[in-house]
């Protein structure tokens, strides 16, 4: 066993720093306890609540061209008492300060992840409105570095891409945007295992999509009212999270009503659905008529869970709730 491996009691030790530990029965626990932080809900729009609560770690110690494995799939939980990782299979673990380097990789929620390790993690995919999963930036953490013996603060992404509506009414009158469905014209992925493996001497991630289920289930969203003369786009609260780098027909349909009036049209898809990406549909919609006027994509950026709310204390107790 590893020094920096010390078994503890549960029931003992208080975290809510990285002061310096004590004694404890099972032996002399040596540096900085390793704490992680992530907000338990999010605050921003487009981040679904509860995404944040739960993610699964992978850790490792480098020293002196060798590795060590600290956290090997740690579940690590948001509960009553604020984070946590401890339980009777996952003991506290510390810092080593004679260590090189620590490495950390992350995935959430924890239900989405099917494997982890330090150079790669697969996570589960389903298209949905409800959440994404999340593949977090592949930290490594340096002795020399500022961060060394403090909170690990991971950064997480989507792994799904992210897909979306908007409308622009030229009309001198508001319409009511409602009923709305995207349907391909043929079966898209509608799950699917995204693995990450990860080079850490290239800083390089390279993805690979395991198709496990498709169909061709209409994409629904809510309605929404655009006023008269808008040419700027108002959005639908809805947003579907979709397996990136799927199979993708060119042709599908948009289904709507204006004012209660079903419309429709097919369009062409051109933009694939890629990893971290925000699709966004861009219909004219009038009396008469719906019209793909174009498709913006953007990049959604990585983020802090704990900028968008404190995630609070690090609890050492047991996970469950």
């Known amino acids: 066993m590893p020094k920096h491996i010390i078994p503890i009691s549960l029931a003992a030790l208080l975290v809510s720093g990285c002061g310096e530990a004590d004694e404890w029965t099972g032996g002399v626990t040596e540096g900085r306890a390793i704490t992680l932080s992530a907000a338990r809900v999010a ?16 850790a490792v110690e480098d020293k002196d061209g060798e590795t060590f494995e600290v956290m090997k799939g740690y579940e690590v939980r948001y509960g009553v008492e604020g984070w946590t990782y401890v339980s009777a299979s ?8 004679n260590a090189d380097s620590y490495r950390f990789t992350a995935g959430a929620p924890i239900n989405a992840v099917k494997d982890i390790s330090i150079s790669s993690l697969t996570l589960k995919l389903e298209n949905g409105a409800t959440q994404s999963a999340m593949a977090a930036l592949p930290l490594k953490i ?11 603060n991971l950064k997480f992404g989507y792994a799904h891409c992210r897909v979306g509506v908007a409308f622009v009414n030229e009309t001198e009158a508001d319409i009511d945007v409602t ?14 295992e995204l693995t990450l ?43 579907h999270f979709v397996v990136p780098d799927a199979a993708n027909p060119t042709t599908w349909t948009v289904t709507l009503k204006c ?17 971290g990406k925000n699709i966004t549909y861009v219909f004219k919609v009038g009396q008469k008529n719906v019209k793909l006027v174009s498709v913006v994509s953007a990049d959604l950026d990585y983020f802090y869970c704990n900028d968008t709310e404190n995630g609070g204390n690090f609890v050492v107790d047991d996970m469950t709730d």
């Open 43 to 58: 605050s921003r729009g487009y981040i679904p609540l509860g995404m944040c609560d739960n993610f699964k770690v992978f």
């Open 90 to 97: 996952q003991p506290l673990m510390y810092w080593a300060d």
């Open 142 to 152: 340096n002795r020399a570095d500022a961060a060394f013996g403090q909170i690990v």
């Open 179 to 192: 009923d709305i469905s995207l349907t391909p014209s043929a079966d898209i992925t509608t799950k699917g």
């Open 197 to 239: 493996t990860y080079d850490w001497e290239a800083g390089t991630t390279i993805s690979h999509l395991t198709v496990t289920e498709s169909g061709s289930t209409p994409l629904l969203f809510d309605g929404v009212t655009v006023t008269a003369g808008t040419a700027t786009g108002e959005a639908s609260d809805t947003h």
């Open 259 to 275: 004012d209660g009036v079903v419309r429709s049209a097919s369009f062409e898809n051109t933009t694939p659905w890629q990893q």
